[in-house]
């Protein structure tokens, strides 16, 4: 069972997800500055997130992608909100969007959540708990190769500007944070991303971590702690989500340079 903070923010990502599901397919979406879409989903999503959050850890570090909060995240703890993963696809009424709510504990993952409204999925992990999906085990892949008919997922920008050469077929669902939990169940044997927020992978990252995989930059290295980067802005480089027994493998097939 969750333990009771889990469960905690689980009921906070169902609450902030019935919020947005009034306005799934409803809204117009408005551009920010970096031309990426919001609506008012995103922001009342992540108030409500930020206040649930606030009542019970008043101390807490927060960051959102709507309402930004503190560039360092490396010392003490710290949440990461993104309100409304896939708002392009909500505002089109397709399902893949999602909530997810990630924290930090100098700034490594340590719990999170993402929960896909629209179809009642439910992923969850916390710190040497495992890995769940409504309330199941999961797991990522346990394979030294990857499988000739197998699925990666691949962000818009790894689509778009990163020579891949791999076999398998990409997807790219248009939810940073539903590719780590496709890794953290096996559906994905890989995910890559090349443009990513803090609040995308925070979540997601603890998810997969505890379902066997993990985060690697383009020279081989884990990434354990976010902490090294500003948490307010887009990272600008590769990071891979897979297998460490994938991992050499995968990162063969990419060019980063």
Same mark, same amino acid.
């Given at each position: 069972m969750p333990s009771n903070d889990l469960q905690y923010v689980i009921d906070t990502a169902r609450e902030a997800g019935q919020l947005a599901l009034k306005y799934f397919g409803q809204v117009t979406g408005r551009r920010k500055g970096d031309g990426t879409l919001f609506s008012r989903a995103d922001t009342e999503s992540e108030q409500l997130i930020r206040e649930r959050l606030a009542a019970?850890?008043?101390?807490?570090?927060?960051?959102?992608?709507?309402?930004?909060?503190?560039?360092?995240?490396s010392e003490g703890r710290a949440w990461l909100i993104d309100?409304?993963?896939?708002?392009?696809?909500?505002? /089109?009424?397709?399902?893949?969007?999602?909530?997810?709510?990630?924290?930090?504990d100098c700034g490594k993952p340590a719990l999170g959540v993402v929960y896909a409204p629209a179809t009642e999925r439910l992923w969850y992990a916390e710190y040497g708990s495992g890995a769940f999906r409504n309330g199941t085990p999961i797991r990522a892949v346990r394979a030294r190769k990857v499988r000739s008919n197998a699925l990666m997922g691949c962000d818009s920008v790894a689509v778009d500007h990163v020579p891949i050469d791999l076999a398998p077929r990409k997807r790219n669902t248009g939810s940073a944070a539903l590719h780590a939990c496709y890794v953290a169940q096996?559906?994905? /044997?890989?995910?890559?991303?090349?443009?990513?927020?803090?609040?995308?992978?925070?979540?997601?990252?603890?998810?997969?971590?505890?379902?066997?995989?993990?985060?690697?930059?383009?020279?081989?290295?884990?990434?354990?702690?976010?902490?090294?980067?500003?948490?307010?802005?887009?990272?600008?480089?590769?990071?891979?989500?897979c297998p460490a027994s994938l991992r050499r493998s995968v990162l063969e097939g990419i060019e980063t340079s």
């Open positions: 019970r850890w008043p101390h807490d570090a927060v960051v959102g992608e709507e309402m930004a909060g503190v560039d360092d995240i309100p409304v993963d896939g708002t392009l696809n909500f505002l /089109y009424g397709l399902d893949e969007w999602c909530i997810s709510i990630g924290m930090t096996g559906s994905f /044997y890989a995910t890559v991303y090349a443009a990513w927020g803090l609040w995308d992978v925070a979540a997601g990252l603890c998810i997969c971590r505890e379902a066997g995989a993990a985060a690697w930059r383009a020279d081989g290295s884990k990434l354990e702690s976010l902490g090294e980067f500003c948490a307010t802005e887009k990272v600008r480089q590769v990071m891979v989500m």
